[in-house]
């Protein structure tokens, strides 16, 4: 009688939270809601709608345009080979740190993942002063690769290496290796071995690291505009052109929904492979995979890691930093603090202050209502409402951000929610980018967390709330603050949305750099390389924090 009473007791404490749970989801659907569906259709209603009358014919006109063929075939090709170079060059790493065990190696992880952070400007600047004019090549060999698409591949190879170091290296670092090793004694090769065991274990987190690293190239904004230049353009640049300067909606609006449609395949993708990649294999501890590196081959594979890692991803940040510098010593960093009158209504260096302060809201904001959903998507065995609303949370990655900054603008320029002229409105748009790191970083710690420890304390008369704070609350607060980290980073770097929402006197680091740019004159463009250098110390020092927060349960991205 006494077990009866307990599983009834138990039955409804799930009723409970499953009910709880529901009810959290409200907030972040209405927030998303709100500031993503609403400014995203309110765009596309502006440029297909006349006269309350839609001219879906448009689309049809926009895609007879040979320029915007040529606009989809290279942002579809681009995109293919940047995966492609990434998964080659990548791949070693991700094995590397996945079985080998050498000092300095977590430091190593740490400079690894600092390009993944990084704001896309910084990026592109980064490479300008590599590649670019007056760049490293062109002073020592009079080689310019700018405004070439090579210095898009590099620099989409550089940005996306950490994904597939993080992605596949996570899941190779717990698979067994007496698995492979049992292959080896029935008479398999090394070779024969890896691709019978290893490679289909592997192969739902290589899929979803290509599909990642495939998402961002194709929605690629900054890197293109800064080393682009005006020959090669994605959709996503494309679509700012098309609003920005020549003032076309219904182009832009057309490139909206290809884009948009693109994206939901991409992420339905994504989604299927890393169902896939949990369910794959038994796992073990990662501390008992990695050990020393064994014989010449296996040092060779090392120093070529290392070797990789300091070319493709330190040489270009180096060469930023002495770039900032120049023949004047600190004087671009003194002109920073200078009110030149000119493209910045006040001086360049405020622009550090308003990114500190918009990436700090953002931050309770994207933690607010990823964690909320994260609890919401807590259950695996949820129905397709809340596998929808995960997929949902996703959108934001791969939707032009452009777009949605227009999209503010035009949207929510109404009371109740006219909010144009409000400090508010860039924290908005950069949450809108955090939540999926923050759901993406709880949803796996959240999940470990065995159910039955709530529903023992619902029994005991705790409601959910009590509940998730004495239960889940304790195991996921470090979890909670790399999320944090992560929405903080995210943030700072926000470029697509911010250039058109950021005011003329309060402009965030991004923008000031894509400004100072797009002048003319070496004052300017070391200026550019100062503040890129700023922005990238500043990155740098929140993934080393994570990095120290960082656990093996906590999510990658």
Known sequence: MDLARTEVSRAAARRRGNAARLG??????????????????????????????????????????????????????????STALTLLVALPGAYVFARFEFPGKQVLRAVVTVPFVLPTVVVGTAF??????????????????????????????????????????GLWSQLDPRQEEAARMLGASRFAAWRAVTLPALAPAVAAAALMVFLFT????????????????????????????????????????????????????????VRRRETALRLVDASVTARRPRGAGQWTLLGGVVATVAVLLLLPLGVLVQRSFGTAGLGYYRALAEDDGGVFLAAPIEAVGNSLRYAVAATVIAVLIGGLAAVALTRRDAGRLVRGFDALLMLPLGVSAVTVGFGFLIALDEPP????????????????????????????????????????AAVLGASPWRAWREVDLPMVRRALLVAAGFAFAVSLGEFGATVFIARPENPTLPVAVARLLGRPGDLNYGQAMALSTILMIVCAVALLVLERLRTDRTGEF
Do not use: C
Request: overall charge neutral; charged content about 15%; glycine content about 8%.
């Open 128 to 169: 300008m002063a590599l590649v670019g004019r007056g760049g490293l090549l062109d002073d020592l060999w009079g080689v310019r690769l700018d405004t070439t698409v090579w210095a898009i591949l590099l620099a989409h190879v550089f940005f996306n290496y950490a994904v597939v170091v993080r992605t596949v290296g």
């Open 417 to 456: 929610l006219d909010l144009r002229a409000s400090w508010i409105l860039v924290p908005l748009a950069q949450a809108l980018v955090g939540v999926p790191f923050v759901v993406r970083t709880m949803l796996p710690v959240l999940r470990a967390v065995d159910a039955r420890l709530r529903e023992a």
């Open 218 to 273: 194709f929605t690629s904004f900054g890197v293109v505009q800064i080393l682009g230049g005006p020959a090669f353009s994605t959709l996503e640049v494309e679509i700012y052109r098309q609003t920005s300067e020549i003032f076309d909606l219904s182009t832009a609006a057309v490139l909206t929904m290809i884009q948009f449609v693109a994206v939901g395949a991409i992420l339905a993708l994504h989604a299927w492979t």
């Open 24 to 81: 959290l989801m409200a907030v972040p659907v209405a927030f998303f809601a709100v500031f993503f569906a609403y400014p995203v259709t309110a765009i596309v209603a502006r440029g297909l709608k006349a006269d309350g009358v839609w001219h879906l014919g448009r689309i049809g006109d926009v895609l007879a345009q040979s320029d915007v063929r040529q606009v989809l075939w290279f942002t579809t090709w681009q995109a293919v080979v």
